[in-house]
C-alpha cells in the first residue's frame, strides 16, 4: 500500500509531518492493505489568509483500490491532528462498508451483468435502488440493484492523536455528506458496469439519482448511450416494462 503525503504552500513540517500522518493512515488502513493499491492524503490550511479561525485545517483522503473507483472523504478541524484523525476513520468506515457490500451483493445476484451489444435498456433510479429493464427477442429481463448509502454515519471513537472526538470541532454534516456522496458513486459505477454493453439507455426516475447517473455515464465516455432521461415516480415492474417498450418501439 503506497502512501502519498500532499501539503500545501502553508503547512509547516513537512517531513515530520508525512512520518506521522503516513503512520496514522497506515495504522487505519492495514486490515485493508491487500486491496489498496495507493492511498494520497491533502493537507492545507483553508484559511491561511485570514486570523485565527475554527476548522481551518483540511484533510482529504482518497485511497485506490483494486477494481472500484477512488473512494475519498473530507474532513476540516482545529488542528491538522484532528482533521488527519477524523479523515482516517472516515475513510476507513467507507472502505468497510464499501467492500462489505459489494461482497454480499456479489454472493447474492444471480443475474449475469449485461454482456450484449446491440441491447436496448431502461432503467428505474432513486438513490435507494435502480429496476433495470433489458429488452430481448425473448421477451424482457428485469434486474434489480439496491444501494446501502448510509443516512446515519457512526461518529468516530477517540482520536490516537488528540483525545476525545467531543474536542475535535469536526464539521459533521459536511463530512458525512462526503461519505455520502462517495457511497452514491460506487453504487452508480456498480449499475454503470452492469449497464455499460447496451447500445442504447432510457432513465427515467423521480429525483436527482436519474441526473446524477447520467453524469456519472459521461464521465466514463458512453453517455452518448443515453437516449432519454425522464422524471418518472414510482412504477410498478409492468409499467416500467411497458413505457421501456413504448419507447424503443416508437
Same mark, same amino acid.
Given at each position: ?77 482545529? $488542528? ?29 445476484? &444471480? ?7 446491440? $441491447? ?9 435502488? @435502480?429496476?433495470?429493464? &433489458?429488452?430481448?427477442?425473448?421477451? /424482457? ?7 446501502? @448509502? /448510509? ?16 474536542? #475535535? ?32 439507455? #432510457? ?15 459521461? /464521465? ?31
Amino acid at each position: 500500500m503506497q502512501i502519498q503525503i500532499h501539503t500545501g504552500h502553508n503547512i509547516e513540517g513537512h517531513e515530520a509531518l508525512a512520518t506521522q500522518v503516513s503512520g496514522v493512515v497506515e495504522e487505519s488502513l492495514s486490515r485493508f492493505s491487500d486491496r489498496i493499491t495507493s492511498v494520497n492524503v491533502h493537507l492545507s490550511d483553508v484559511n491561511s489568509d485570514k486570523k485565527g479561525g475554527d476548522n481551518d485545517m483540511r484533510c482529504v483522503i482518497e485511497a485506490r483500490l483494486e477494481g472500484l473507483q477512488p473512494l475519498a472523504v473530507t474532513n476540516q478541524a482545529a $488542528t491538522l491532528d484532528q482533521a488527519v484523525d477524523g479523515a482516517a476513520e472516515e475513510v476507513t468506515h467507507l472502505i468497510e462498508h464499501t467492500l462489505g457490500r459489494r461482497s454480499h451483493e456479489a454472493s447474492h445476484r &444471480t443475474d449475469p451483468p449485461l454482456s450484449r451489444m446491440n $441491447t436496448q435498456l431502461g432503467l428505474w433510479i432513486d438513490q435507494n435502488k @435502480a429496476t433495470i429493464v &433489458t429488452v430481448t427477442e425473448q421477451g /424482457e429481463e428485469i434486474s434489480e440493484i439496491l444501494a446501502d @448509502a /448510509e443516512k446515519q454515519l457512526r461518529r468516530p471513537g477517540d482520536s490516537p492523536l488528540k483525545g476525545s472526538y467531543e474536542a #475535535l470541532q469536526v464539521p459533521a454534516d459536511y463530512s458525512r455528506q462526503r461519505v455520502l456522496t462517495a457511497e452514491l458513486n460506487t453504487y452508480y459505477d456498480e449499475i454503470i458496469g452492469y449497464i455499460r454493453d447496451a447500445s442504447s439507455i #432510457l432513465i427515467l426516475g423521480p429525483g436527482v439519482a436519474k441526473h446524477e447517473l447520467q453524469k456519472r455515464l459521461e /464521465e466514463n465516455h458512453i453517455g452518448a448511450k443515453v437516449v432519454g432521461v425522464e422524471t418518472v415516480d414510482n412504477l410498478t415492474e409492468p409499467q416500467l416494462v411497458a413505457k421501456v417498450r413504448q419507447h424503443f418501439a416508437a
